[in-house]
């Protein structure tokens, strides 16, 4: 089994983002989520991704929000010395950029891959407009 990837969040957002990974990418069996319910307290929370990571021997986890509760636990279970990959402010390009470099071999770059797909396509449409017009 390869690296795996554990998405957390508050409520269904990162299920609904394997969901709607899934639609461009196909089923993916190394994804999997942890939600924090409403009803959900932290420890909550913590024995939930615990129970996911247990069989997991390499894994990325991406959380939906840097200083909320998904990435407080993991961060806190960081700090009490477990070895934890952990990156805050998740979003489909990188969820995509994981898939192909397992299925590519190249290395991880979740961070420029977030950050890069990020445009205010208005100006872009505009600036395309502007070069046309030269």
């Not at 508050?10 to 196909?26: D, R, Y």
């Not at 942890?34 to 615990?50: H, I, W």
């Not at 991880?108 to 208005?122: K, M, Q």
């Amino acid at each position: 089994m390869g690296k795996q990837l554990v998405l957390v969040s508050h409520g269904l957002f990162c299920e609904e983002l394997k969901k709607s990974t899934e639609m461009i990418m196909g089923p993916q069996e190394s994804i999997h989520t942890v939600s924090l319910l409403p009803a959900e307290s932290a420890e909550d929370f913590r024995a939930k991704f615990e129970a996911v990571i247990a069989d997991l021997d390499d894994f990325v986890v991406l959380a939906d929000l840097m200083g909320g509760t998904p990435c407080n636990v993991v961060s806190r279970m960081i700090l009490e010395g477990q070895s934890i990959e952990l990156y805050a402010g998740m979003n489909m390009p990188m969820v995509i950029d994981f898939i192909n470099s397992e299925l590519i071999g190249t290395e991880l770059a979740l961070v420029e891959s977030a950050t890069s797909n990020i445009c205010h396509v208005n100006e872009r449409i505009i600036g395309d407009d502007d070069d046309e017009d030269e």
